[in-house]
Nanobody, 117 residues
Framework: QVQLVESGGGLVQAGGSLRLFCVASSRFSISAMGWYRQAPGKQRELVGYVARDGTTNYADSLKARFTISGDIGKNTVYLQMNSLTPEDTAVYYC????????????WGQGTQVTVSS
């Protein structure tokens, strides 16, 4: 019912930047799209999201370096990540709120981000 595809992950050196992209196909109207990440041995955590009205919300520890933008009307969202550190190494997942479900119900396959020191 809702399919999400992420792209843009890869290997980057510490201090570098990376931009992730996610596009959704959905039979429902999407009200928000966001990003989560899961590092090895850790729980999946919210990075941030953008709502249809354009408002954004971020994890406090990331908002100084990460920026989420998108066009919910076109079912697309970006994650711009700057000043990356090895602690940002994780699989990054896109999620969408749609069909009466909040973020965290529909997931993409994830894209690996690896930051080398």
């Amino acid at each position: 019912q809702v399919q999400l595809v992420e792209s843009g992950g890869g290997l980057v050196q510490a201090g570098g930047s990376l931009r992730l992209f996610c596009v959704a196909s959905s039979r429902f109207s999407i009200s928000a799209m966001g990003w989560y990440r899961q590092a090895p041995g850790k729980q999946r955590e919210l990075v941030g999201y953008v709502a249809r009205d354009g408002t954004t919300n971020y994890a406090d520890s990331l908002k100084a370096r990460f920026t989420i933008s998108g066009d919910i009307g076109k079912n697309t969202v970006y994650l711009q990540m700057n000043s990356l550190t090895p602690e940002d190494t994780a699989v990054y997942y896109c999620s969408a709120a749609a069909g009466g479900f909040a973020l965290g119900n529909y997931w993409g396959q994830g894209t690996q981000v690896t930051v080398s020191s």
